[in-house]
């Protein structure tokens, strides 16, 4: 559980109240509240949820809302820790991906990514990471890459596939500076850190991305809208 927050509230609004809501809660909750989500709970109607550090004041959040709440307890829950122990090694291709706090043994001639589930994208759990793992593994058999390019890196998994199966310098990059500093973590993990060169940038925005003319693999595993939107350039840049 994130450190301080302690209760937890839901209410169901109808979605015309669900503004209005929002804003009181907010006013009500200020400065003990830590972060609102609201979520689709039938025809026209929204569930809310609020997570605070203080128990909220039952009688001003009854007076704001005019509906039905519950306010509970949080269990004393480190969740990410509990995440971690549910990260079971994953197989694609020759990579194996576990976490390091794995007590099995690697299979033999397996090429071992150590990574475990945190603040950045890609375990290796999620099905579009496993295929593009597949797929590198796949295409590193046929064909010698000289300039890969990891774009929006995440952890840095690919990347590091990359350097592994195909022993060549990857750059990586992404617009989080979280998941660049997590990539390079990653990559000395893996004693890769000499081959994996992760750097922050927004689309093709970063210099290092610019002075390359071409690369001949570019991995990409991000959400579909700022893919699309980059994809021309992308596919300019291969």
């Known amino acids: 559980m994130t450190p301080g927050l302690r209760y937890r509230l839901i209410a169901v609004v109808s979605d015309t109240g669900l503004p209005l809501a929002l804003d009181r809660l907010d006013e009500i909750l200020d400065p003990a509240i830590d972060t609102v989500s609201w979520f689709e709970a039938g025809k026209r109607m929204w569930r809310i949820e609020a997570l605070t550090a203080a128990e909220p004041d039952r009688e001003a959040v009854e007076t704001a809302l005019g509906t039905p709440f519950t306010i509970e ?3 004393d829950v480190d969740w990410l820790a509990e995440n971690r122990k549910s990260f079971q090694p994953v197989h694609a291709g020759r990579f194996f991906v576990y976490p390091s706090t794995f007590e099995g043994d690697i299979p033999q001639g397996a090429c071992a990514i150590e990574l475990d589930a945190g603040l950045a994208f890609g375990s290796g759990s999620h099905e579009t990471t496993r295929g ?3 797929a590198i593994d796949r295409l590193a058999r046929r064909r010698r890459f000289r300039r890969p390019l990891d774009l929006g890196c995440g952890s840095g998994i690919l990347a590091i596939a990359i350097a592994k199966a195909a022993h060549v310098r990857v750059l990586a990059s992404d617009i989080d500076p979280v998941a660049v500093r997590v990539a390079r973590e990653n990559a000395q ?3 890769v850190q000499n081959k994996v060169r992760a750097v922050v940038s927004p ?3 970063h210099r290092d991305l610019r002075a390359v003319p071409r690369f001949d693999i570019i991995v990409a595993n991000i959400l579909a809208r700022p893919l699309i939107r980059i994809a021309p350039e992308t596919a300019g840049r291969l």
Do not use: M, Q
């Open 73 to 75: 307890p949080l269990p």
């Open 132 to 134: 593009c793992l597949l």
């Open 189 to 191: 993990r893996n004693r």
């Open 203 to 205: 689309g093709w925005a």
